[in-house]
């Protein structure tokens, strides 16, 4: 489970009680952390090259940055990525699986994504649609209830027996 940060007030009294020599759980307990949260804001700080008494020019924004760099961007994948709704509407089709339009993508992109991962990434695109079902009903459907009263029922007279209450 991700942690939130230690304020930088906190961070500050880390570093300044590590300078006096007091351990990771006296830290801890004095500053009422855990252990493990001063330890990794000691190795950040060991990371960063920051040491107390920290520079006069060192704000809360800079030292933040110093120790919580941004992330280094993802590498992007550089296989095509396949029209997912073109994909789906060929397997509408009779007869198409998603093994023959896989064979159809490698056709075109010799060094696109191996078969397994295609039918994940499909399953995943698939499975964000919305599962409702689309109908088209006719004007005459809608408003039959509201046009035609509801019809009494009566029986013949020729057959007794059928609707007559006894």
Not at 44 to 54: H, K
Not at 98 to 104: A, D, G, I, N
Not at 131 to 139: E, L, N, V
């Amino acid at each position: 489970m991700a942690q939130s940060r230690l304020p930088m007030r906190k961070i500050r009294d880390v570093l300044r009680l590590s300078a006096a020599g007091l351990s990771k759980r006296q830290i801890a307990a004095s500053l009422g952390i855990g252990p493990t949260a001063a330890g990794a804001c000691l190795r950040r700080a060991r990371e960063a090259g920051i040491s107390w008494p920290l520079p006069d020019d060192l704000g809360d924004a800079a030292l933040e940055r110093r120790l919580y760099p941004a992330p280094a961007a993802a590498a992007k994948d550089w296989r095509s990525r396949p029209d997912w709704p073109a994909v789906h509407r060929e397997l509408r089709r009779k007869g198409v699986t998603l093994q023959l339009v896989w064979e159809e993508y490698r056709a075109t992109h010799p060094d696109g994504y191996s078969r397994s991962r295609f039918c994940e990434l499909y399953r995943a695109w698939e499975g964000r649609l919305s599962p409702t079902m689309r109908q088209a009903h006719t004007w005459l459907a809608r408003s039959c209830s509201s046009i035609m009263p509801a019809l009494p029922t009566y029986h013949s007279p020729a057959a007794p027996g059928i609707g007559q209450r006894s």
